[in-house]
């Protein structure tokens, strides 16, 4: 009982009606268009719910994080979404563990639930451009190989997820404005696999909402960063 009275008093009252219309959100669309695939129900509650942690710095966001994986990994490989699948659990879900091990290593002022927010610097940016322009490349081919569907937004998520992964483990607050480019591109593919099957319309649902998450991620990292600044 205490540990969720304490985890309601850790989010604001705006983090907490985010989090709880996002999981209704999903919950609602998925009541409406599928009431089959309750795989994706549970992958899509266990995402928003990472996300929400992610937006305050808690590694326990990375641990959510690396368990919606291996579930959207799986769902992916169901629709021959071989980009999606090797994506996540090839990329997303070794990253993620990284990025959980940079999380714990660098907590703020020794706390446990916020990490230190990083800056950086531009020398830093044609390296990060160059190693996601090669992740690519040589994604393409083999998503190519596996006659993926759908094969160039595919190999567009690869490169914003790829980004993203390292912005993660950089710690910089851009990681989830990048994630909303991400999600973006995500939408466009599920809406294409919607076109075949409407069930998959929760999926869409549940990337906007992914969507609004992220932007929020990146605006209260801003807002982490000044105040840890200042605080220094």
């Known amino acids: 009982m205490k540990k969720v009275k304490a985890l309601f008093t850790y989010f604001s009252k ?19 268009f599928d009431r089959e695939n309750y795989l994706t129900l549970t ?4 995402g928003v719910s990472s996300l929400i ?10 641990v959510l994080m690396i368990i919606f994986s291996l579930f959207y990994g799986y769902i992916s490989y169901g629709f021959t979404y071989y980009g999606e699948m090797v994506t ?3 990329m997303t879900l070794p990253m993620s563990v990284i990025s959980l091990v940079s999380w714990l290593k660098n907590p703020y002022k020794g706390s446990k639930s916020e990490v230190a927010v990083n800056h950086i610097k ?9 190693l996601t322009l090669a992740v690519t490349v040589a994604f393409y081919f083999i998503l ?16 914003t997820s790829f980004a993203a992964a390292y912005l993660t483990f950089r710690r910089s607050p851009f990681f989830a404005l990048v994630y909303a ?3 973006v591109v995500l939408i466009v593919l599920w809406i294409l696999a919607t076109v ?14 992914f969507l609004v998450n992220d932007l929020y991620g990146f605006f209260n990292w801003r807002k982490m960063e000044k105040l840890q600044k200042n605080n220094t």
């Open 181 to 183: 480019l991400n999600d």
């Open 14 to 32: 705006a983090e907490l009606t985010l989090w709880l219309c996002s999981l209704s959100v999903i919950l609602i669309s998925f009541l409406c």
């Open 53 to 62: 942690f992610c937006a305050k710095g808690n590694p326990v966001g990375q």
């Open 88 to 90: 996540y659990l090839g």
């Open 196 to 209: 075949k099957d409407l069930s998959y319309l929760s999926v869409i649902i549940c990337f906007t909402v």
């Open 144 to 159: 190519q190989h596996f006659g993926t569907a759908n094969l160039f937004p595919s190999t567009i998520s690869v490169a």
């Open 122 to 130: 531009k020398r830093e940016l044609p390296f990060l451009l160059l």
């Open 43 to 46: 992958a899509s509650l266990i």
